[in-house]
């Protein structure tokens, strides 16, 4: 695996434990988390008045006023893996 692969795989595993900084570096790089109803990766963005929100299908948004704000806003929600969670990330990665 690259390193920058790697690298956003452990900023993922950060982010997803609460990490704003490694939230930041995904938010910078457009990689948006999971989603954290239903841990799917099918969000999208789209336009919506004054607003651009990130929605998945499950239902789940995030709203900003650009796609950046949107991606931050969906990107440091809290969430947090339970411990059985993250390691099933572990053995994924």
């Not at 390193?3 to 982010?15: E, F, G, Q």
């Not at 989603?35 to 929100?53: F, L, N, Q, S, T």
């Amino acid at each position: 695996m690259n390193t920058y692969i790697t690298n956003h795989m452990d900023d993922i595993k950060r982010a997803l434990l609460g990490d704003k900084e490694a939230a930041r570096r995904l938010t910078e790089a457009g990689v948006l988390l999971p989603c954290p109803g239903c841990r799917g990766e099918d969000a999208k963005h789209r336009a919506v008045m004054a607003c651009v929100m990130i929605e998945c299908p499950c239902g789940f948004m995030a709203a900003g006023y650009d796609l950046e704000e949107a991606r931050q806003i969906w990107n440091t929600r809290a969430p947090i893996l339970s411990a059985e969670e993250m390691e099933m990330l572990d053995e994924a990665t």
